[in-house]
């Protein structure tokens, strides 16, 4: 018996030492593989109702401590007050906090009201805000950790559900599209209430869709504007300039003047 004990602990022990001996080669492949592998937290997470998404905003946002990048390319409406303020006072003690604060906004915005005086709170109080036509992606981005962005996964959900994500590089791609965004912007000074022009903000979005190649259907869809409300505004623009089909409209828009605002 004692010597069939020690066989099975020296036959142990020789395993043992095998293994021991491939150390050296898995510690030679970590170069290739680690790297690769470098684990940035959970994913994603799915926020299945408006209430979810602002309350995981505000969690996030009250502890901004260097950065906090948004881009809403929804067509501006009349909010609460009490809502609007609210959003106002924590952009005001995020930048009091020393974050950096910008804000992309489409340049139907320029023309909305409350908007409009919104903007004018938080650029006072020190924030970086920016306007352009065309669709482009909603997004939040908070200390280059936390990205929130719209529900493009769960068919049929609330159309205000949204993901937060803290993969690094999921989060570090999105800053990129918004730096490409944010130069391609003008600052919202540049195109305050005032500046002459022959179209408006929505107009231009709609004009750069169609320009791009999309039905009216598509840019509809694209800008998160109703059919109904494209065709309007092109009804409108036609009028206003004295043409009568929307081919005139493109070729007068290709060299306007009007393209160079936001």
């Known amino acids: 018996?004692?010597?069939?004990?020690?066989?099975?602990?020296?036959?142990e022990l020789q395993q043992v030492v095998a293994r021991i001996h491939e150390i050296p080669t898995l510690e030679g492949l970590a170069s290739d593989?680690?790297?690769?592998?470098?684990?940035?937290?959970?994913?994603?997470e799915f926020l299945p109702t408006r209430d979810a998404m602002n309350g995981?905003?505000?969690?996030?946002?009250?502890?901004?401590s260097s950065s906090v990048l948004t881009a809403q390319p929804g067509a501006p409406a009349d909010r609460d007050p009490r809502v609007v303020a609210l959003g106002a006072q924590r952009t005001v003690d995020t930048l009091d906090a020393g974050a950096e604060v910008?804000?992309?906004?489409?340049?139907?915005?320029?023309?909305?009201?409350?908007?409009a005086a919104y903007v004018g709170q938080i650029i006072e109080a020190g924030a970086q805000v920016r306007t352009m036509s065309g669709a482009f992606p909603r997004m939040m981005i908070v200390d280059g950790r936390h990205l929130f962005v719209s529900n493009y996964v769960v068919a049929?959900?609330?159309?205000?559900?949204?993901?937060?994500?803290?993969?690094r590089g999921c989060v570090a791609?999105?800053?990129?599209?918004?730096g490409a965004l944010w130069d391609r912007a003008a600052r919202w000074t540049v195109v305050a209430p005032g500046v002459?022009?022959?179209?408006?903000?929505?107009?231009?979005?709609?004009?750069?869709?169609?320009?791009a190649g999309y039905t009216k259907t598509q840019a509809?869809?694209?800008?998160?504007?109703?059919?109904?409300?494209?065709?309007?505004?092109?009804?409108?623009?036609r009028a206003a300039l004295g043409m009568r089909t929307l081919y005139q409209v493109m070729a007068w828009w290709a060299t306007s003047p009007d393209r160079a605002l936001p």
């Open 1 to 11: 018996m004692a010597h069939g004990l020690m066989g099975a602990a020296l036959t």
């Open 33 to 44: 593989y680690d790297p690769h592998r470098m684990y940035g937290g959970p994913a994603s």
């Open 56 to 64: 995981r905003i505000g969690d996030v946002s009250a502890t901004a």
């Open 102 to 115: 910008q804000s992309l906004y489409t340049s139907a915005a320029v023309s909305h009201g409350q908007t």
């Open 156 to 167: 049929g959900a609330d159309n205000d559900a949204g993901w937060h994500v803290t993969d």
């Open 173 to 178: 791609w999105a800053e990129q599209v918004f």
């Open 196 to 211: 002459a022009s022959a179209t408006s903000g929505r107009q231009r979005q709609i004009l750069v869709e169609l320009e």
């Open 220 to 237: 509809a869809k694209r800008l998160e504007l109703g059919e109904r409300t494209v065709t309007a505004e092109l009804s409108a623009l």
